[in-house]
């Protein structure tokens, strides 16, 4: 086993560097020389990549080696229509706050990270429901589409335009003007399943 410290440091940065686009869809990871690179024996992080195996973040390999899964457009639509109902779930609670609020300060603090912003502004939302679970759910399914958002950021669909538009909504007040963008968020998401999937393919050499 592990010590705690030393697993809780690299399971930290192996999650952020799979919910920043540091790993892309398609890439591998094995222990050992990750471990080098971060300065610690290969048993924390051998246990951080099989705690994220479980989360479904990593696949892991018979003959040895982790991969950040490619997902295929029916995965693809699957945890896009699971967000898209976990997030009324929260709109049903959500109540509007006025301009300056803290959300919309950290819209503005995030706008040159569109991935992180718009995952906030959409997860500050659904956190408006009571039930963790709901919480839990919506934390998993962002993080298992982290990796396609950054592609479909650099490829069909910049983010930086749902995020202004989300921020626009948000400072309107108007509750109906934020329904009416995550409908249109949503849909587009499961319109352009194919792109995002392309985009998503591995390079090869």
């Given amino acids: 086993m592990a010590h ?17 686009g540091v790993y892309p869809p398609g890439h591998r990871l094995e222990a050992e020389p990750l471990a080098d690179e971060m300065g ?5 992080v051998r246990q951080s990549l099989y ?8 696949t892991h390999h018979v003959l ?15 945890l896009f229509s699971w967000q898209s109902e976990l997030w009324r779930m929260g709109y ?19 706008s040159s990270q569109p991935v992180s912003c718009l995952d906030h502004i ?4 659904v956190f408006s429901h009571p039930n963790r679970e709901v919480h839990r759910a919506w934390r998993l399914t962002t993080q298992r589409l982290a990796p396609s958002q950054f592609k479909r950021h650099e490829g ?50």
């Fill in 4 to 20: 705690p410290s030393a697993f809780l440091r690299v399971h930290t940065e192996i999650g952020r560097r799979l919910t920043q």
């Fill in 40 to 44: 610690t024996s290969p048993s924390p």
């Fill in 51 to 58: 705690w994220r195996c479980g989360e479904g973040l990593l």
């Fill in 64 to 78: 040895g080696g982790f991969t950040v899964p490619v997902l295929t457009e029916f995965g693809l639509r699957h």
């Fill in 92 to 110: 049903a609670c959500f109540k509007p706050a006025p301009a300056g609020a803290p959300l919309l300060l950290e819209i503005e603090r995030l």
């Fill in 122 to 125: 959409l997860g500050t939302i």
């Fill in 156 to 205: 069909p669909d910049p983010l930086m335009a749902w995020c202004t538009a989300f921020s626009t909504a948000l400072s309107s007040l108007n509750i109906g003007d934020l329904e009416a963008c995550a409908s249109e968020y949503f849909q587009t998401s499961l319109d352009i399943v194919p792109q995002i999937a392309q985009a998503c393919q591995p390079t090869n050499g």
